[in-house]
Structure formats: structure tokens, C-alpha cells
């Protein structure tokens, strides 16, 4: 179900499961939070996650799950959040390749990761007005950030489905590009990166992730960024970059502290 393979400093995480559209039931899940452990112990500089065949993942596998008897706390709270928690934190930048059906825990995935690449065909909403359900997996912050109250609504309300190029539009993602070129694209961002300074990314994405979740202001922020700057100075990917950048050449990072 669950795919890690490691190249050059890369690691490379594949859902697996095309014929359920990569859908994630308990055992997937825990597979997926155990490929991301693996992938910090060996210490990659960057990672890249996407979906087998047509689609990224349409989201929980309720396949076999009775509704009367559902643990939902145990699934999202449990199991869900926590997974969602050390993509978040991941030790270095992470990519993901959005294709197709992007949809509930799906969305989720890339919501945790840092860089996400979207195809023009992939489909990304909230599908559970069908089901008696609501949007989970942080997708209503998401969307409410991004889009406003009045959008996010009208997703919810209709299953209406954004097309890869109306969410990137709409500021959800970073980049959407066509189907057969995507991947490759986010390959090779997820190379360079690893490549890169990794301390200094790992900065930012610290810098990043305290906008959003603290909700600090512009001068908190550039204190943070200073003492972040001050601490970089004591790396040698700092002192390599300078260097190059003196003597004209291309840096050789090694991403160490």
C-alpha cells in the first residue's frame, strides 16, 4: 500500500492502492506515518509524496466501516492528526503531486506538506454532502483562510469540485502545471532542495509555520527572522554560501547544522 524509496537524498513516498483511488484505512495510515519515521532516520533532505494511477487519494477508506459503530475520534483525532502533525514537522522540505481525486483525508496530506504541485485535472473540494458528513482533516481552515467564508460554504453546501488550475488560482497550492508534466516538475524541485541549504529552509518553514499557527505579527515575525538569521551564521552551509557567492562559484551545501 505504502511505497519509500530513498535516491540521492530524496525520499519518495507512494501511496499505492490505485484500484481504491489510494484511499487510507487504519492500517495505510499507520504505514504512512511509519514511511515518514524511516525517512527521517535516514536523514533525507527532502521528500516527495504522491499517489499511484489517477489519483491522489479520494480520502478515508469507508469501504468497511459501519456507520453505526464508527470511531470517528479514533480515526481522525487518533490516528489522522497526529500523522498529519509529523508531515508538518517533517526534518526537511517536503513535496507532494496532487492528482486527481485530492478529496477529505486526502486534502489533509497536502495540507501538511510544504510545496504541493497540482495538476490541471486534479479535483479538490469538499465531497461529503453526499454522505451526511463534513469536511475534516483541516479542511476548513484551509479553505476559510484562502477563499472566505461565503466560498468555503458554497463548497461545502454543493460538492462542487475546484479544478487543479481554480485552486492554485484561488491560492490553496503553489504551482498547477498539465497532467504529464507534474510529476517531474515536482521531482525536480524536490532534488534541488535536497541539494540545498537545508538549515535555512528549515528555518523558514519554522518562520512559516509560526504565521500560521500563532498568528504573529509582522514585527514578531521579522524578530524571529533575525534571531533565525543570527543562528544560520554558525552553519556551514552559511559560511560555504558566502564563500561561493566571493569566489564566484557554485555552492556545495551539505545541509548540516
Not at 535516491?7 to 492502492?17: M, P, R
Not at 484500484?19 to 524511516?38: G, H, R
Request: aromatic letters at 6%; glycine letters at 10%; proline letters at 4%.
Amino acid at each position: 500500500m505504502i511505497r519509500l524509496t530513498i535516491t540521492d537524498g530524496v525520499a519518495e513516498i507512494v501511496l499505492d492502492a490505485p484500484e481504491k483511488l489510494n484511499s487510507l484505512d487504519p492500517t495505510a495510515v499507520a504505514e504512512l506515518s511509519a514511511a515518514y519515521d524511516e525517512a527521517a532516520a535516514a536523514g533525507v533532505r527532502a521528500l516527495l509524496l504522491r499517489g499511484e494511477g489517477r489519483a491522489f487519494c479520494a480520502g478515508r477508506d469507508i469501504s468497511g466501516v459501519d456507520p453505526r459503530e464508527d470511531d470517528v475520534i479514533g480515526y481522525l483525532e487518533g490516528l489522522i492528526e497526529p500523522l498529519m502533525k509529523k508531515m508538518s514537522e517533517f526534518p526537511a522540505p517536503t513535496f507532494a503531486v496532487a492528482t486527481g481525486a485530492c478529496l477529505g483525508v486526502g486534502l489533509g496530506l497536502l495540507i501538511a506538506t510544504d510545496v504541493v504541485y497540482v495538476a490541471e485535472s486534479a479535483k479538490i473540494g469538499s465531497p461529503f454532502a453526499n454522505l451526511g458528513a463534513t469536511l475534516d482533516s483541516g479542511g476548513h481552515a484551509l479553505f476559510f483562510e484562502r477563499l472566505g467564508a461565503h466560498r468555503t460554504l458554497d463548497l461545502i453546501y454543493t460538492g462542487r469540485l475546484m479544478s487543479g488550475t481554480e485552486a492554485v488560482t484561488a491560492g490553496l497550492f503553489s504551482q498547477v502545471l498539465p497532467d504529464d508534466e507534474v510529476l517531474a516538475a515536482a521531482q525536480q524541485a524536490a532534488s534541488k532542495a535536497a541539494i540545498g541549504a537545508t538549515q535555512a529552509f528549515l528555518a523558514s518553514k519554522r518562520l512559516v509555520a509560526d504565521l500560521r499557527d500563532q498568528r504573529i505579527g509582522l514585527w514578531a515575525s521579522m524578530s524571529d527572522e533575525n534571531r533565525a538569521q543570527a543562528a544560520l551564521c554558525d552553519t556551514s552551509d552559511y559560511r560555504e554560501g558566502f564563500a561561493s557567492f566571493q569566489e564566484k562559484r557554485r555552492p556545495n551545501f551539505t545541509g548540516k547544522a
